[in-house]
């Protein structure tokens, strides 16, 4: 017997489905799952869209689904690429940027997204 019923907790999430709704509105992330204990969303950044993320109160992993640029943590840039993840420590400084394709970014959160 699961200790989570279904009508409280979604299973499911279409993630393709996020992005064409970013692609259209006005942010350019969504967060699907947002707990106590974890967090996870959508990023998209059109080439050269600002991302204007502030640090978070929570450790957070990075894993690139498709596009390219850099990641900057804590003042030193890492080349982004399909297929990579990245750590991002809480309340550190980090942004995207310097991307000349869509990049579209699964994140998670070790806590709920604040």
């Not at 600002?50 to 990641?71: A, C, I, K, M, W």
Request: net charge negative; glycine share 8%; charged share 25%.
């Amino acid at each position: 017997m699961s200790c989570y019923s279904s009508t409280l907790l979604k299973i499911e999430f279409d993630t393709k489905e996020y992005v064409k709704n970013l692609e259209k509105g006005r942010s350019y992330f969504y967060t699907f799952i947002n707990q106590e204990n974890i967090a996870a969303g959508i990023l998209r950044l059109a080439p050269g869209e600002e991302d204007t993320q502030e640090p978070h109160d929570s450790d957070e992993v990075y894993y690139v689904v498709r596009g390219n640029g850099f990641l900057n943590v804590g003042g030193k840039d890492y080349a982004v690429s399909e297929g990579m993840s990245y750590f991002v420590a809480k309340n550190i400084e980090h942004r995207f940027h310097g991307n000349t394709k869509e990049l579209v970014v699964v994140y998670f959160f070790s806590g709920p997204d604040s």
